[in-house]
């Protein structure tokens, strides 16, 4: 936020979301967590939709986290290989 000079709840959003992109991203690594990259894609759409919705948002800071939104939704649907089993796990919740 303080390099597109986002301001009030603009910056909040932008703070709160982005860590939370990046957490969730990093559980969906592991191969029972996969399944929450899908939480992923809110967050990305909550970035396309937020600048419309908020104050504070520069033209640069919109056309980011447009940007960012769309990719944080496209790479959300890729799956990645699956290296280990885990019983019926997969079968069950992943798939």
């Given at each position: 936020?303080?390099?597109?000079?986002?301001?009030?709840?603009?910056?909040?959003?932008?703070?709160?979301?982005g860590a939370l992109i990046v957490?969730?991203?990093?559980?969906?690594?592991?191969?029972?967590?996969?399944?929450?990259?899908?939480?992923?894609?809110?967050?990305?759409?909550?970035?396309?939709?937020?600048?419309?919705?908020?104050?504070?948002?520069?033209?640069?800071?919109?056309?980011?986290?447009?940007i960012v939104g769309v990719l944080?939704?496209?790479?959300?649907?890729r799956r990645g290989k699956i290296?280990?089993?885990?019983?019926?796990?997969?079968?069950?919740?992943?798939?």
């Amino acid at each position: 936020p303080w390099v597109l000079q986002t301001t009030g709840k603009a910056a909040d959003s932008d703070h709160l979301f982005g860590a939370l992109i990046v957490t969730f991203a990093v559980i969906a690594m592991a191969e029972v967590g996969r399944a929450v990259r899908f939480i992923n894609l809110l967050f990305g759409a909550w970035l396309i939709i937020a600048p419309f919705l908020l104050l504070g948002f520069t033209m640069s800071a919109t056309l980011n986290d447009m940007i960012v939104g769309v990719l944080v939704i496209l790479l959300s649907f890729r799956r990645g290989k699956i290296s280990e089993r885990y019983g019926g796990f997969e079968k069950t919740f992943i798939r």
